[in-house]
């Protein structure tokens, strides 16, 4: 996985600040179960030729429990 070069200011999938973004081409695991910082993480396609020769490329944004409107943080 790596940083994109051109990072949106906010998450395409559902338009809230994020505290960092990385694109994956391949499988990886999520678990946010017991994290403390993050309260979910998004995940947005950008199909084959964004940035990788891979065509099952996405970018995932990482969002705080502050920056998701939760009660925890705030
Ligand atoms: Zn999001």
Redesign the pocket.
Known sequence: MHVPEDPPET?P????P?ASVSRHDGGFVVNLLDNERYQ?V?FHPVGPGAGTDDDGTFDC?H?THRQAGTAAGQ
Not at 13 to 16: F, K, L, N, P, T
């Open positions: 998450c999938a559902c338009g809230d994020y979910r998004c944004f969002h």
